[in-house]
């Protein structure tokens, strides 16, 4: 399973990168193979249109969104899940993903 980590970024304190790195760092500690936004685009003063043509480019090589509490409030994440579904990969929230690989 290769997990793409989606949720929001913009008027977050730090890009909200904690969390995005906390998230990556829990999957990949249960063998997942995690896809960090944060790790795409560390570069803060890269405009938003740059870092989505990038999240996007990395998104299509994943299976799984999983979306990080807060992303209704994110244009990027809306955008990632519409690309998403087109193209039909499963979207869950990162919670529930949590819960069934712990199982």
């Known amino acids: 399973m290769k997990v793409y980590i989606s949720g929001p970024m913009t008027g977050i304190d730090n890009l909200n990168f904690p969390t995005f790195n906390r998230a990556a760092a829990t999957l990949r500690a249960l063998g997942v193979d995690a896809v960090n936004p944060a790790e ?3 570069d803060s003063a890269m405009s938003w249109e740059q870092c989505m ?3 996007i480019k990395a998104l299509c090589d994943c299976d799984t969104v ?3 509490p807060g ?3 994110s244009k990027g ?3 990632e899940v519409h690309i998403a579904h087109r193209l ?3 979207v869950v929230s ?3 993903l949590m ?3 712990a199982g």
Do not use: T, Y
């Open 66 to 68: 999983a979306m990080l």
């Open 99 to 101: 819960e069934e690989i």
């Open 88 to 90: 039909g990969m499963r």
């Open 53 to 55: 043509r990038a999240d």
């Open 94 to 96: 990162f919670g529930a």
């Open 40 to 42: 795409i685009n560390p």
């Open 77 to 79: 994440a809306h955008l």
């Open 71 to 73: 992303w209704e409030r």
